[in-house]
């Protein structure tokens, strides 16, 4: 089977989604982050998405002092690409969010492609008390809170990036963030092969009807054209596997891990991102299909390589 035709699983282990009262088994610490990312690895995932906490109260933290000891161990004890995220939390500047890509130099980023209502106040329904006082203010003013990513926003980080060959993990939760990337596309400030993580299920964003999967995937292979682009999706909570085995049988690949969903099933906890990455490789070996490698999905993401980053 050849390269192209192999299925990268991304596992995002930790998010600035879900907080600490939601499930024990959210990495919180350096340590538990790094561990989560290696297992998680070593289950399959090819690429791992990263985001920092406090490892105190666990909220999100975006300083690069708060990932560089995570990304030196996993570089230590693992061959699987580094990813680190731009979007930190709907709460974050962009020049704070931009800073750990910036300093580290990783192989692909995540860039969101549009400003949007993320809501997360739902999930306040769940939980009558929760551990730590910053959880509830942070989740309910996600009523009102808009997740900030205009033009120039998006430009910043495309440009504060250009010289370090880190390429991205283009999310984008709509289908007027496909044409959102069309624009910087023929503007020539990103190039292809464009990664784009179909982003499903969060409330403001497209749902996760099977429709709105293969409406997306329509759209994009229309805007950039099949060989111009390596398709990804992510389902939220009980939408990732669904949406994961949709897109895998549709030539996709796919994104899991606790960022995302903290669930394997219905109303079981997921104990660990690797039992996450376990169930999507499942899944798509069921439907004969093969993992890529670490070093394969650097091939067909065209990336710069692991001895090319600043840690």
Not at 13 to 33: D, L, R
Not at 114 to 134: E, Q
Not at 266 to 290: C, D, F, M, T, Y
Request: aromatic share 8%; charged share 20%.
């Amino acid at each position: 089977m050849a390269k192209s035709q192999k299925v990268i699983i991304t596992c995002a282990v930790t998010g600035s989604i879900h907080t600490p009262t939601m499930s024990p088994h959210i990495p919180i610490t350096a340590q538990e982050i790094a561990d989560a990312a290696i297992g998680a690895a070593e289950a399959g995932a090819a690429i791992v998405h990263l985001h920092a906490r406090n490892p105190k109260d666990g909220r999100p933290d975006q300083s690069p002092e708060a990932f560089a000891p995570f990304l030196k161990v996993i570089k230590q004890r693992s061959a699987c690409v580094i990813n680190i995220t731009t979007g930190g939390a709907p709460t974050m500047a962009i020049e704070e969010r931009v800073r750990p890509a910036a300093t580290f130099k990783p192989e692909v980023a995540s860039l969101n492609m549009g400003s949007m209502n993320f809501g997360l106040f739902p999930m306040l329904a769940r939980h009558k008390t929760f551990k730590y006082d910053w959880e509830k203010p942070y989740l309910e003013g996600s009523r009102e809170r808009i997740f900030r990513n205009t033009f120039a926003d998006i430009e910043y980080i495309l440009t504060t990036c250009a010289e370090n060959g880190t390429r991205f993990e283009i999310e984008c939760y709509d289908i007027g963030h496909l044409y959102t990337l069309l624009h910087f596309a023929e503007r020539g400030v990103v190039k292809p092969p464009f990664f784009i993580q179909s982003v499903f299920g969060i409330l403001g964003g497209i749902g996760p009807h099977p429709e709105d999967v293969m409406h997306m995937r329509r759209t994009a292979d229309r805007l950039f054209g099949r060989d111009n682009y390596r398709w990804s999706v992510l389902g939220a909570g009980r939408n990732q596997m669904p949406i994961a085995a949709q897109a895998a049988a549709m030539g996709g690949n796919v994104r899991v891990g606790l960022e995302d969903s903290l669930w394997l099933g219905p109303g079981k906890l997921a104990e660990s991102n690797a039992a996450q990455v376990r169930q999507a490789r499942q899944i798509i070996e069921g439907l004969g299909l093969e993992l890529a490698t670490p070093d394969e999905a650097r091939d067909i993401l065209q990336l710069k390589g692991g001895d090319q980053v600043g840690f």
